[in-house]
């Protein structure tokens, strides 16, 4: 919880912009090591689903030494790739709220489903997703939050696909959401 229960509405806004503002300032200076030296994050991408104009109007101020960009991840039922900018991807695209800002969206429910499905794919398998190390024990905290959501039935459909989802009674998936943000931003950014 980012403030106690019985918070006003600014003071929700206020602790989210502070740890929006914290967030910024820890990546600042992060570099990926890859082979041949560190590159900087290229991008990050803000969820706001939740305070959005808390959110715009973080982005909008930010002097990050990276692109920030808001994310929203509608439901199948609700996303179409419409207003594109630029060339739409697959289950999500760039468009603009207006009045806002620019924003990455993408289809929660199949990028949640192949999300899930990556981590069942070999380690360095194209469409895969692993984790560092050799002590699973270590990645406990975050493995329960990526099947904390889990997926009870998947229809495809003529105009769209139905997914219907279920949850581990208490438990969260922030982390699930996350990932999913990670890897919509690199698809955006070309990664296939």
């Known amino acids: 919880e980012i403030v106690s229960k019985g918070a006003t509405q600014t003071e929700i806004a206020k602790a989210v912009f502070v740890a929006l503002d914290s967030l910024i300032g820890t990546f600042a ?15 990050m991408a803000i969820d706001c689903g939740y305070q959005m104009e808390t959110v715009f109007k973080f982005i909008r101020g ?28 697959d289950n999500c695209h760039m468009t603009k709220y207006e009045g806002k800002g620019n924003v990455i969206e993408h289809n929660a429910d199949s990028w949640r489903m192949n999300t899930q499905k990556a981590w069942l794919q070999a380690p360095g398998a194209p469409g895969s997703l692993s984790l560092y190390g050799d002590t699973p024990r270590d990645h406990m905290q975050f493995a329960r939050q990526i099947v904390a959501e889990y997926l009870v039935e998947h229809i495809r459909g003529d105009a769209a696909d139905y997914y219907n989802w279920a949850h581990v009674p208490g438990d969260i998936w922030d982390w699930l959401d996350s990932t999913v943000g990670a890897w919509v931003a690199g698809c955006m950014l070309g990664a296939t």
């Open 29 to 43: 200076d992060y570099h990926i090591d890859r082979p041949g030296g560190g590159n900087p994050i290229d991008l």
């Open 62 to 89: 930010c002097r990050a030494p990276f692109r920030v960009i808001a994310s929203r991840g509608p439901p199948a039922k609700r996303y179409r790739q419409r207003r594109c900018i630029g060339y739409p991807h």
